[in-house]
T-cell receptor
């Protein structure tokens, strides 16, 4: 498995501002993903963070709203830009190991936009 | 893209009974099917998974079955305990391409002592 550190664990933000969430892994991983989990809901993939290139976004998510960086094989950031109350969710970083499909999750960032 | 449907949305059982959660998937190219358990306020934890070259897999009280022809897979928990109470998610992915998981809608399992 992998040890995934995600921060901040929670934040309360003013609408119109931006928040950057960090995800640090204790080993090099091939795949890193960002998911959103709205209250009481399932997990929805936002994007795949690609090392050294632009992230791959899922339908309904755009780079201007959710810019992602992945400068190396152990670190990624997700920014939630120009926030509105509808962005209040848990944001989860997930990693896939070199072999197999197993995915492991960070502890999540609980974001509340007021 | 892939679509995963999960039933039931809630399930209440008595301690010691069995619980079964079912999922169907749409993409016949999917070949990896994990199950996650998420306790309140915590991250999803992988509890068991199965690949398409296997029909069943067991790990103590937990088992998963896969029917590739029908494109459905199920989680079976036997001898349920109160600590099994949580939300369970099924998911599906391929082992090529982006490999990201598509999740079902979740099942809230309540084990009554």
């Amino acid at each position: 498995s992998a040890v995934i550190s995600q921060k901040p664990s929670r934040d309360i933000c003013q609408r119109g501002t931006s928040l950057t969430i960090q995800c640090q892994v204790d080993s090099q991983v091939t795949m890193m993903f960002w998911y959103r989990q709205q209250p009481g809901q399932s997990l929805t993939l936002i994007a795949t963070a690609n090392q050294g290139s632009e992230a791959t976004y899922e339908s309904g998510f755009v780079i201007d709203k959710f810019p992602i960086s992945r400068p190396n094989l152990t670190f990624s950031t997700l920014t939630v830009s120009n926030m509105s109350p509808e962005d209040s969710s848990i944001y989860l970083c997930s990693v896939g190991l070199r072999e197999g499909n197993e995915a492991f999750f960070g502890q999540g960032t609980r974001l509340t936009v007021v | 893209g892939e679509n995963v449907e999960q039933h039931p949305s809630t399930l209440s059982v008595q301690e010691g009974d069995s619980a079964v959660i079912k999922c169907t998937y749409s993409d016949s190219a999917s070949n990896y099917f994990p199950w996650y358990k998420q306790e309140l306020g915590k991250r999803p934890q992988l509890i068991i998974d199965i690949r398409s070259n296997v029909g069943e897999k067991k790990d103590q009280r937990i088992a998963v079955t896969l029917n590739k022809t029908a494109k459905h897979f199920s989680l079976h928990i036997t001898e349920t305990q109160p600590e099994d109470s949580a939300v369970y998610f099924c998911a599906a992915s391929k082992d090529t391409g982006r490999r990201a998981l598509t999740f079902g809608s979740g099942t809230r399992l309540q084990v009554q002592p």
